[in-house]
């Protein structure tokens, strides 16, 4: 058996095993796999030469049975066909800079033409996007040419027609063809029952919705409120402040100050200081807008630059304003060990991003005020967006600059499009996690891809967030890696730190609806806003973009070994799980689940070991009854590599338990006696040598 240091099998890959493995059309049970397999429970494991394990002859008598009950206890249901990718524009760069400034008003080829579309339009939409698979940019380069000045993106953006180089000898994908997944959008939500809402759901807007009407914010009038279970809003008549004028003291709401000084004829970037620093707590000066200014002044071209200055900086103000009379009823904070969901307007949610970029908002604290150092809510105001890097992180000048390109954008489309659907924001805490190390789950179909992205090829997914415990990460900072992008493409999940305490282990959140308004290229310190995304993903009949995203947090590891340990295979195990699940929030209690489409979770700075990560996302995607689509993000080798092992976990019948066990005697066989990383053996040929195939 030819092996490379990973223990890969590329000479042995059998793509057909798979294929006839989940067959869908088979009249019978397929025929018992032949071979052996190495029990890991310490009973049946005999170790010698220093924890190289010799096999114990064990029959499986059970393996035809257990193959039956897979194909018979309905796991997987009929196939419903795939939903195409959204189209999206491309940007002609010189046409933008030779636009006129009048060009920003007129959108009319922008607007939200399907802001109708329902379930209908939804299942006419599915189809097959395989044939696209190869070239993730092929939607973005088959869509109309556009023109608007008011499209922000970066003046040296170039949009590649063809990645460089020559073909790429492994496959775009390996494993069950993209087409075998349950890919429909969100299950539940084709039959949705009735919104309303109730103990576990707060609902921002009146009901009954009128189709193409304006939301009406629900109660008609403003509530204030101001406690430890809230959002504390700035428009709260409880923020108070004293003016010294010419010795005499007058004391003024927050509120007031505000009114009376982001409404003003803004003639330059500049004149946003003087009205934020009249009500901010603390200093406010040049110095704190100085990537703001290097952005409107150096990055847009003349004519971008007088459009926000001069007529998107005076709409979001307006937004600002707006705040009372759009989120009239009190806006809870989503805390720890709370199972709850929030849904707002997406002009409800224009209005309190508006607010953040005027940074208005006081910071939500917590009844706990001995909370340990980073627990609590993440910052939602702009400020360190303002500002440039530190110096250390010069790199990410150009990085903020393109964040806010896409912020642009999204107030930009705002304004001409005014969207009127829904977003809907739940946080899921569970206690009761699945028996990992005695699961007889059998795993779920999974297709693995080097080509493309979640956010492009994960139409139909529950698409994974990487996320930080504190949700967005550093969207608002210099971050800009896989949550942080995804947080600027879709500003609404921004808005989610306004409300969402520091996440717990055994919690996520799911945000259901999260409209998608740039494009992107690069990653880190190359992420380029390539202009404007149209968002062509049908609504389900709440009025919510079928687009489902949830959040949950890998652990940050110091040692890449610990994480081999049992606490940590379980504290990762239980997090995925937590997301992946049927939880409470589901308005249906049964009916099929859509894939997970998830990538190389917690693998940048937090250190996950890709192949590791592989194997617990597809477990508990296997527990919580999902397929998973897994994207390795342009690693051919590491797509060949998993692909061979789950071939060969599908080929033996391996289960869920099977696979835990074998991953906690490598932590203590291997890890655990060889402190040289170098020399001792990988994962995946450990598992090689466990499982003996056929």
């Not at 556009?146 to 949009?159: G, H, Y």
């Not at 759009?326 to 607010?355: D, E, Y």
């Not at 994480?563 to 209690?589: I, M, S, W």
Request: proline share 5%.
């Amino acid at each position: 058996m030819a092996e490379d240091n990973h223990g890969k099998q590329p000479r042995h890959f059998r793509q057909s095993a798979i294929t006839n493995f989940f067959a869908r059309t088979l009249p019978t049970p397929p025929p018992t796999v032949t071979g052996t397999k190495r029990n890991a429970s310490s009973s049946n494991v005999t170790r010698q030469n220093g924890g190289a394990q010799t096999l114990v002859s064990e029959g499986w008598e059970v393996l035809g049975e257990r193959q039956n009950k897979h194909y018979q206890h309905g796991s997987f249901v009929p196939d419903l066909p795939a939903i195409g990718v959204s189209t999206t524009a491309t940007i002609s760069v010189n046409s933008m800079e030779a636009s006129a400034a009048s060009s920003f008003v007129d959108r009319s080829d922008d607007t939200d033409d399907d802001a109708g579309a329902t379930v209908g339009d939804a299942l006419k939409m599915f189809e097959e996007d395989d044939a696209i698979r190869g070239d993730p940019l092929k939607a973005s380069r088959d869509g109309d040419e556009m023109t608007d000045a008011s499209l922000f993106v970066s003046s040296s953006m170039v949009v590649d027609s063809e990645s460089a180089g020559g073909s790429v000898p492994t496959p775009d994908w390996s494993g069950v063809a993209l087409s075998q997944l349950t890919r429909c959008l969100i299950p539940s939500d084709l039959r949705l029952p009735s919104l309303g809402p109730a103990a576990d759901h707060t609902l921002m807007v009146a009901v009954p919705l009128v189709p193409g009407k304006e939301l009406a914010p629900s109660p008609s009038l403003y509530n204030d409120v101001w406690d430890f279970d809230h959002v504390r809003l700035p428009s709260s008549s409880r923020l108070r402040r004293t003016l010294h004028t010419n010795g005499d003291e007058t004391v003024v709401t927050r509120w007031e100050l505000i009114q009376n000084n982001v409404l003003r004829n803004y003639q330059s970037i500049t004149d946003i200081v003087p009205a934020i620093a009249s009500y901010y707590t603390g200093i406010f000066n040049t110095a704190m807008v100085t990537g703001l200014v290097k952005t409107v002044k150096e990055e847009l071209t003349p004519q971008q630059s007088h459009f926000f200055v001069s007529t998107l900086l005076p709409f979001i103000a307006s937004l600002v304003i707006e705040l009372p009379s759009s989120c009239t009823q009190p806006i809870p904070l989503l805390k720890s060990g709370m199972n709850h969901t929030i849904t707002f307007s997406q002009r409800q949610v224009a209005s309190l991003l508006a607010n953040a970029f005027f940074c208005t908002f006081p910071a939500q604290k917590s009844v706990d005020a001995e909370r340990e150092p980073g627990t609590g809510y993440p910052f939602i105001n702009f400020d360190w967006l303002f500002c440039s890097p530190r110096a250390w992180r010069e790199k990410r000048s150009q990085c903020k600059s393109e964040k806010l390109k896409c912020i642009m954008n999204y107030f930009c489309r705002i304004r001409d499009s005014n969207p009127i659907g829904l977003v809907s924001y739940t946080r899921r805490s569970i206690i009761l996690f699945p028996e990992w190390a005695d699961s007889q789950t059998l795993l779920s179909k999974a297709h693995i891809t080097h080509k493309g992205n979640i956010e492009d090829d994960g139409a139909g997914c529950l698409q994974v967030d990487f996320a930080n415990k504190m949700i967005g990460g550093g969207v608002l900072q210099e971050g800009c890696v896989q949550e942080e992008i995804r947080f600027v493409l879709n500003p609404e999940l921004i808005a989610s730190r306004l409300f969402t305490e520091c996440l717990l282990p055994n919690e996520a959140v799911i945000i259901t609806g999260a409209e998608r308004f740039s494009d992107y290229s690069g990653y880190g310190d190359t992420f380029t806003c390539a202009g404007p995304h149209v968002d062509n993903v049908p609504r389900d009949t709440w009025g919510r973009r079928m687009t489902q995203i949830v959040a949950i947090d890998a652990y940050k590891f110091g040692k890449t070994e610990t994480q081999y340990q049992q606490e940590f295979l379980l504290r990762e195990l239980n997090k995925a799980y937590v997301g992946f699940c049927r939880g409470a929030d589901h308005v249906t209690p049964d009916g099929p689940l859509s894939a997970v489409c998830t990538g190389n979770w917690g693998c940048g700075a937090f250190r996950g070991e890709p192949r590791l990560k592989f194997l617990l996302q597809l477990m508990a995607c296997s527990e919580a009854g999902r397929d998973m689509m897994y994207v390795t993000f342009g690693d051919a080798r590491l797509q060949e590599e998993l692909a061979a092992m789950y071939e060969h976990l599908v080929g033996m019948n391996a289960t869920v338990g099977d696979i835990f066990r074998i991953i906690s005697l490598y932590h203590d066989d291997v890890i655990m006696k060889s402190s040289n990383r170098k020399k001792r053996s990988s994962l995946y040929s450990f598992m090689y040598a466990c499982f003996n195939g056929p």
